[in-house]
Each structure stands twice: as structure tokens, then as C-alpha cells.
């Protein structure tokens, strides 16, 4: 059986603990970048007592257009994420899209990262589980909640039972994601730690003349339903200025209103634990 709690570094993820947080930009623009957001996001954490993991990729292999920027690349992009880790004493994720880039990434990071579309690459997963890191494998938008417990399977049969699930939206229509709210609940039957996207929910595919859109309006709402169902952590995407952001911008939210975004999570999540 998967583990839950999960530990992630020195701290755990799992059913009637604090609420983890996973928080970054979407993709890594520079060390000062990374540096202003886990300065917001790390005492933030501390302060309300929850954990935060810190989230950004170096290589974002899913771009609308090929001009669009992708990120420093693997070498880089994991030195300015172990530097992070060393410094602000927190876990970091980051995103693996290739076989190739799994056993690297693990040495460094505390969690490696399943992009959606990918959830179903089997060899990927594999590699993935086999550093014997914590893997987060988003649900695909064209998968049913039921379907994560055949990926949890295969992290299994490769010896690792530290798994993360995230409900990141399912496709409706062109150019649009919705949330079926039962899967947070269908997929916490696999015994992992589920855990809530709620920038990704909010994104429009495509939707914005070679890139991506997205509606940051919606982030707040959602991750209160998130919040009142049920979930064991929430993944925020975030960047001091979302517009001019390299990646994901219109459905990150800005730095400056995460605080209030993750209060009102936290006391809806201790209402549901101590009540």
C-alpha cells in the first residue's frame, strides 16, 4: 500500500496533518525570481504552521508555441533549485518530462513531478519511482480519477510506495477544464495523499493567440472547494508580476495575495480536521 503519511524530506504530507503547500513560479526566469518567491512563501508557511514545498521547473517541454520560453534548461535549472533547498532549508519539486532527466532531477530534488499529459507514459513513471524520491503524478485532463489507481500500481511494482496524486482540471470541450470535485475523494481511495491544482484548473489551453490562457480570478474560489471536500495539500502556482511572467501567467496567482488565498484554506481545513 502507498505510504500516508508521505514524508517529504524532514516533513510529511498525509490524512490529519497540516496542510502542505506547494508554491513557485511556473518556471525557473532567474535565482533573484526564485529567491523573492520562497522568501514569501516559506515564512508564510511557518507563520500559519504548514509545510510548503517549493515548485518551479526547469524545463517547460509542454509550451503552445515553439518561441515560447522554456526554462534554463536541466543543469542549470537544478543548481538554482538546490540552492534554493540549501538556503531557505525547504523541499523542492520540480517537473520531469524524459526518461533521461529523472535520476538527475532525484538527486536533487525531494519530489519529481509527472506533468498531466505525461501521467500515462509508463516509462517515465518508472524512472520516476525507481530514484526513490517522492513522485507527484498529476491526473491527466483526459483521465478519470479512477484511472490514477493503474499509475499508482506501476509506482508499486518498481518498489516505491511515495506517492502524491493532484487533481489538476478535466478537459471539457476546446480550450477548457473543469473540476469534477468527486475525484478528490475517488482518488484519496488509493490511500496516497491527494493534493489540489488550482492555477492548472484555471487554465484555457491555447486560448490566448499562441499561448496559454487562464482566468487567476477563478484560483481562490476553487481552492476553497478544494479546502471543503476534502484535500491533503494545494498546489499554487505564483510570481510577483503573473503578466509578464514567462510561463502560466494568467492563472498565477500574484505574490502579493497568496497570503490571503492560503488563510482561508488553512481555517477551512482545520474547521473539517477538528470538527
Same mark, same amino acid.
Given at each position: 500500500? *502507498?505510504?500516508?503519511?508521505? =514524508?517529504?524530506?524532514?516533513?510529511?504530507?498525509?490524512?490529519g496533518?497540516p496542510?502542505?503547500?506547494?508554491?513557485?513560479?511556473?518556471? #525557473?526566469?532567474?535565482?533573484e @525570481?526564485?529567491?523573492?518567491?520562497?522568501g514569501v512563501?516559506?515564512?508564510l508557511a511557518e !507563520?500559519?504552521?504548514?509545510?510548503?514545498v517549493?515548485k518551479?521547473?526547469?524545463?517547460?517541454?509542454?509550451?503552445?508555441?515553439l518561441?515560447?520560453? !522554456?526554462?534554463?534548461?536541466?543543469?542549470e535549472?537544478?543548481r538554482?533549485l538546490e540552492?534554493?533547498?540549501?538556503?531557505?532549508g525547504?523541499?523542492? %519539486?520540480?517537473?520531469v518530462?524524459?526518461?533521461?532527466?529523472?535520476?538527475?532531477?532525484?538527486?536533487v530534488?525531494?519530489?519529481?513531478?509527472i506533468?498531466?499529459?505525461l501521467?500515462?507514459?509508463?516509462? @517515465?513513471v518508472?524512472?520516476?519511482?525507481?530514484?526513490?524520491?517522492?513522485?507527484n503524478?498529476?491526473? $491527466?485532463q483526459?483521465?478519470? *480519477?479512477e484511472d490514477?489507481?493503474?499509475?499508482?500500481?506501476k509506482?508499486e511494482?518498481?518498489?516505491n510506495?511515495? #506517492?502524491l496524486?493532484t /487533481?489538476? $482540471?478535466?478537459?471539457?470541450?476546446y480550450?477548457?477544464?473543469?473540476?469534477?470535485?468527486?475525484s %478528490?475523494?475517488?482518488m484519496?481511495?488509493?490511500?496516497? *495523499?491527494? #493534493?489540489?491544482?488550482?492555477?492548472?484548473s484555471?487554465?484555457r489551453?491555447s486560448a490566448?493567440?499562441?499561448?496559454s490562457?487562464?482566468?487567476? /480570478?477563478?484560483?481562490?474560489? @476553487?481552492?476553497?472547494?478544494?479546502?471543503?471536500?476534502?484535500?491533503? $495539500?494545494?498546489?499554487? /502556482?505564483?510570481?510577483?508580476?503573473?503578466?509578464?511572467?514567462w510561463?502560466?501567467?494568467?492563472?498565477?496567482? =500574484? @505574490?502579493?495575495? %497568496?497570503?490571503?488565498v492560503?488563510?482561508?484554506c488553512? !481555517? #477551512?481545513?482545520?474547521?473539517l480536521l477538528?470538527?
Amino acid at each position: 500500500m *502507498p505510504l500516508n503519511p508521505v =514524508p517529504i524530506g524532514d516533513r510529511q504530507c498525509g490524512r490529519g496533518l497540516p496542510l502542505v503547500l506547494v508554491a513557485g513560479p511556473c518556471v #525557473i526566469e532567474s535565482d533573484e @525570481l526564485l529567491r523573492q518567491v520562497a522568501g514569501v512563501t516559506v515564512p508564510l508557511a511557518e !507563520r500559519l504552521g504548514i509545510t510548503t514545498v517549493f515548485k518551479s521547473s526547469f524545463d517547460k517541454a509542454n509550451r503552445t508555441s515553439l518561441r515560447s520560453p !522554456r526554462g534554463p534548461g536541466i543543469d542549470e535549472g537544478l543548481r538554482s533549485l538546490e540552492r534554493i533547498r540549501k538556503e531557505f532549508g525547504v523541499p523542492v %519539486l520540480t517537473d520531469v518530462h524524459d526518461v533521461a532527466q529523472a535520476q538527475a532531477a532525484g538527486e536533487v530534488c525531494d519530489v519529481l513531478q509527472i506533468p498531466a499529459f505525461l501521467a500515462r507514459q509508463t516509462d @517515465l513513471v518508472a524512472a520516476a519511482a525507481m530514484t526513490g524520491k517522492v513522485v507527484n503524478v498529476k491526473k $491527466g485532463q483526459f483521465m478519470a *480519477p479512477e484511472d490514477m489507481a493503474h499509475v499508482v500500481a506501476k509506482i508499486e511494482e518498481v518498489g516505491n510506495q511515495k #506517492i502524491l496524486l493532484t /487533481e489538476r $482540471g478535466t478537459t471539457f470541450g476546446y480550450g477548457l477544464l473543469v473540476n469534477d470535485f468527486r475525484s %478528490l475523494p475517488i482518488m484519496a481511495r488509493t490511500g496516497c *495523499p491527494v #493534493i489540489f491544482d488550482a492555477t492548472h484548473s484555471v487554465q484555457r489551453p491555447s486560448a490566448a493567440g499562441g499561448k496559454s490562457g487562464g482566468d487567476r /480570478e477563478m484560483v481562490f474560489p @476553487l481552492a476553497r472547494a478544494a479546502m471543503a471536500v476534502g484535500c491533503d $495539500g494545494l498546489f499554487i /502556482e505564483t510570481h510577483p508580476d503573473p503578466d509578464r511572467a514567462w510561463s502560466d501567467g494568467p492563472n498565477m496567482v =500574484p @505574490l502579493d495575495q %497568496l497570503a490571503n488565498v492560503i488563510e482561508t484554506c488553512v !481555517r #477551512i481545513r482545520e474547521a473539517l480536521l477538528f470538527s
